[in-house]
């Protein structure tokens, strides 16, 4: 072989080891960006663990596994019956307090499913729209406009609940009903969350609505069917997987919600049925204890923690079953 190539070999392989050390930089940013991605999570999992072993018992989770390792008893502060299965919700009580989160459980399951109706319907049938009737012109302004609608900050929204609403929509329908009604309540609630992950159902159900391959429209057209037989029969089935992603990411979202629902619903912690009453959820509870007067080490501070523990696992669970839902109709419809 001529000596004459070797310069532009050795250029070469110094050109292919220069690719490969910048490969290896990207790959070691790109690893502890998932990496402080995940310690974050792990992180916030613990202080809530931790802060809450100290509710339900006297001593955080560190104090609790070496009493367990060394063989002494380990005293309970609150017990998992008290939380779980008690009579009512009142930590501030100085002589009868009551530690049962059923009643924050149950607000935010009622604002959680009215939104769901508010949402979930409205936001389906607006990806529809989106995907298979409106123009390109038309999607140009109108998806925009749906992300500064997801935009708008929260507190923004509780304060249309309560100025709008519920003086003009929930107060003259529980006048006709002979009910009467405060300006914090389940069906402002509802409906003001509805409308905020009204969003998050329509962009995500249009993406996947819109990655629907045209050949299996062109089809169904073949075979004489419509533009709505197309579009209940072959569009939304076929993207059933996104579709059920962005109902369980709006429910998700629902469930944390704060700000809002802590305004248009109230502090009120209690079962109660009808929609024109105020109730309390489980991240309302979290700003009023935080609002007020919870000395830290108190059994409302820790309170906090448990609260926010049993929102934690709740959230968690719903991203669990986004996933195992994607991955079966992911699977049908390949």
Same mark, same amino acid.
């Given at each position: 072989?001529?000596?004459?190539?070797?310069?532009?070999?050795?250029?070469?392989?110094?050109?292919?080891?220069?690719?490969?050390?910048?490969?290896r930089l990207v790959q070691g940013g790109l690893f502890l960006c998932i990496s402080f991605t995940l310690l974050t999570t792990l992180a916030i999992f613990w202080v809530l663990f931790n802060?809450?072993?100290?509710?339900?018992?006297?001593?955080?989770?560190?104090?609790?596994?070496?009493?367990?390792?060394?063989?002494?008893?380990?005293?309970?502060?609150?017990?998992?019956?008290?939380?779980?299965?008690?009579?009512?919700?009142?930590?501030?009580?100085?002589?009868?307090?009551?530690?049962?989160?059923?009643?924050? @459980?149950? %607000?935010? !399951?009622? =604002?959680?499913?009215?939104?769901?109706?508010?949402?979930? *319907?409205?936001?389906? $049938?607006?990806?529809?729209?989106?995907?298979?009737?409106?123009?390109?012109?038309?999607?140009?302004?109108?998806?925009?406009?749906?992300?500064?609608?997801?935009?708008?900050?929260?507190? @923004?929204? %509780?304060? !249309?609940? =309560?100025?709008?609403?519920?003086?003009?929509?929930?107060? *003259?329908?529980?006048? $006709?009903?002979?009910?009467?009604?405060?300006?914090?309540?389940?069906?402002?609630?509802?409906i003001v969350v509805g409308i905020m992950t009204i969003p998050i159902v329509a962009s995500i159900s249009e993406d996947a609505m819109s990655s629907v391959p045209d050949d299996l429209r062109?089809?169904?057209?073949?075979?004489?069917?419509?533009?709505?037989?197309?579009?209940?029969?072959?569009?939304?089935?076929?993207?059933?997987?996104?579709?059920?992603?962005?109902?369980?990411?709006?429910?998700?979202?629902?469930?944390?919600?704060?700000?809002?629902?802590?305004?248009?619903?109230?502090?009120?912690?209690?079962?109660?049925?009808?929609?024109?009453?105020?109730?309390?959820?489980?991240?309302?509870?979290?700003?009023?204890?935080?609002?007020?007067?919870?000395?830290?080490?108190?059994?409302?501070?820790?309170?906090?923690?448990?609260?926010?523990?049993?929102?934690?696992?709740?959230?968690?669970?719903?991203?669990?079953l986004n996933n195992k839902l994607k991955e079966r109709y992911r699977e049908e419809y390949r």
């Amino acid at each position: 072989m001529s000596t004459d190539t070797d310069p532009e070999i050795t250029s070469a392989d110094g050109r292919v080891a220069a690719d490969q050390r910048r490969d290896r930089l990207v790959q070691g940013g790109l690893f502890l960006c998932i990496s402080f991605t995940l310690l974050t999570t792990l992180a916030i999992f613990w202080v809530l663990f931790n802060e809450a072993t100290h509710f339900f018992f006297d001593g955080r989770f560190s104090d609790v596994v070496v009493s367990l390792l060394t063989g002494e008893s380990v005293s309970q502060r609150i017990t998992f019956v008290e939380f779980f299965a008690g009579e009512r919700w009142d930590v501030t009580h100085s002589i009868n307090p009551g530690y049962w989160v059923g009643p924050l @459980v149950w %607000g935010t !399951f009622l =604002i959680t499913v009215g939104a769901a109706f508010v949402s979930i *319907p409205i936001g389906t $049938l607006t990806a529809l729209y989106l995907s298979e009737y409106a123009s390109q012109d038309v999607r140009k302004y109108l998806k925009p406009g749906l992300e500064i609608l997801a935009g708008i900050p929260t507190i @923004v929204y %509780g304060f !249309f609940a =309560i100025s709008f609403i519920t003086p003009w929509l929930i107060r *003259p329908a529980a006048e $006709l009903l002979g009910v009467q009604t405060r300006s914090a309540n389940v069906a402002a609630g509802a409906i003001v969350v509805g409308i905020m992950t009204i969003p998050i159902v329509a962009s995500i159900s249009e993406d996947a609505m819109s990655s629907v391959p045209d050949d299996l429209r062109n089809g169904a057209y073949a075979l004489g069917a419509t533009k709505f037989d197309v579009s209940l029969g072959v569009v939304l089935p076929a993207s059933v997987s996104g579709v059920f992603a962005a109902y369980i990411l709006a429910i998700s979202r629902a469930i944390g919600e704060t700000m809002a629902v802590t305004i248009a619903a109230g502090f009120t912690p209690q079962i109660a049925f009808s929609p024109f009453v105020e109730i309390q959820t489980m991240t309302a509870y979290m700003v009023d204890a935080v609002r007020g007067e919870a000395v830290v080490g108190s059994i409302r501070y820790q309170s906090l923690f448990a609260v926010g523990l049993l929102l934690f696992i709740i959230t968690l669970v719903m991203n669990l079953l986004n996933n195992k839902l994607k991955e079966r109709y992911r699977e049908e419809y390949r």
